[in-house]
């Protein structure tokens, strides 16, 4: 569904992906892993048209996106919930979610319904709609992101880290979330460092080092991989 061929990125003269190229599947879930700086959230940013490649295709049903620009992918489906969360901390949960409705709309859908669906999904974000969004925890916030990025309709939900920080308790319910998503019928990119906890639920998975993909294979048959292992140990 949304592939990568022969990705080379930079940023000036520093080379983040090297001859990177992988394919996430429609109605799968799809794990990228690897330590810091290997080139997680570029290959992020290639997809979502925030960092442009200066070598290789990014494709989208087959289709080019190199002149498609990011708020135009967005309108496709192809919906990044960024590292970090990038909430507007100083406005209400409501209007943080109402935000990221503007591919849905492009699409033809309307907010009401697609409102009802987040706060079904985190009833947490309906007890809290008027609160500003900077006053939320931090588990919260995550749940505020990824329901900003639901509010778009995705087709494709990449996720960079949404665990990152959180307490076990709330990891676990993030990652219960992701295959609710997914059960729902969204194609889901987890960028993680919980890599057994993502590989556990991914039907796919690749495996990052220094911007070069070292491994890739069905996500639960990569935790035994000793080139896993590896890559996050430099052994
Ligand atoms: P982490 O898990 O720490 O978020 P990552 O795997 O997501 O790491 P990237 O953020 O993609 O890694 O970074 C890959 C490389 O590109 C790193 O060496 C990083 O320093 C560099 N890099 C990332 N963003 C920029 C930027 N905006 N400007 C310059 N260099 C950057």
Same mark, same amino acid.
């Given at each position: 569904?949304l592939?990568?061929?022969?990705?080379?990125a930079?940023?000036?003269?520093l080379?983040a992906?090297?001859d990177?190229?992988?394919?996430?599947?429609e109605g799968?879930?799809?794990?990228?892993?690897?330590?810091?700086?290997?080139?997680k959230?570029?290959?992020l940013?290639v997809?979502s048209g925030?960092?442009? !490649? =200066?070598r290789g295709?990014?494709?989208?049903?087959?289709?080019? %996106? *190199? $002149?498609v620009?990011?708020? /135009?992918?967005? +309108?496709?489906?192809?919906v990044?919930?960024?590292?970090?969360?990038?909430?507007?901390?100083?406005?209400?949960v409501?209007e943080n979610?109402?935000?990221g409705?503007?591919?849905?709309?492009a699409?033809?859908?309307?907010?009401?319904?697609?409102?009802?669906?987040?706060?079904?999904l985190?009833?947490v974000?309906?007890?809290?709609?008027?609160?500003?969004?900077?006053?939320?925890?931090?588990?919260?916030?995550?749940?505020c992101?990824?329901?900003?990025?639901?509010?778009?309709? !995705? =087709?494709?939900?990449?996720l960079?880290?949404?665990t990152?920080? %959180? *307490? $076990?308790?709330?990891?676990? /319910?993030?990652f +219960?979330?992701?295959?609710?998503?997914?059960?729902d019928?969204?194609t889901?990119?987890?960028?993680e460092?919980?890599?057994?906890?993502?590989?556990?639920?991914?039907?796919?998975a690749?495996v990052?080092?220094s911007?070069r993909?070292?491994?890739?294979g069905?996500?639960?048959?990569?935790?035994?991989?000793d080139?896993?292992?590896?890559a996050?140990?430099g052994l």
């Open positions: 569904m592939t990568l061929e022969g990705i080379d930079f940023y000036g003269d080379q992906l090297y990177v190229s992988l394919d996430v599947p799968k879930i799809f794990a990228l892993v690897g330590a810091n700086a290997a080139g959230s570029t290959t940013r997809l925030l960092v442009a !490649p =200066r295709h990014v494709r989208f049903e087959g289709k080019d %996106l *190199a $002149p620009p990011a708020h /135009r992918r967005v +309108d496709l489906g192809i990044q919930v960024p590292e970090g969360r990038r909430l507007f901390p100083f406005m209400t409501t979610l109402l935000l409705g503007h591919g849905a709309r699409r033809g859908g309307g907010p009401a319904e697609r409102l009802d669906y987040v706060y079904t985190f009833p974000l309906q007890e809290r709609a008027t609160q500003l969004a900077g006053s939320l925890s931090g588990g919260e916030q995550q749940m992101a990824i329901g900003r990025a639901l509010m778009a309709r !995705p =087709r494709v939900l990449m960079d880290e949404p990152l920080g %959180l *307490a $076990p308790v709330l990891v676990r /319910r993030i +219960d979330t992701v295959r609710t998503i997914n059960a019928g969204m889901v990119l987890l960028v460092q919980n890599v057994r906890q993502a590989l556990t639920i991914a039907d796919h690749a990052l080092e911007g993909l070292v491994l890739s069905r996500g639960p048959e990569l935790l035994g991989d080139r896993l292992k590896r996050y140990l």
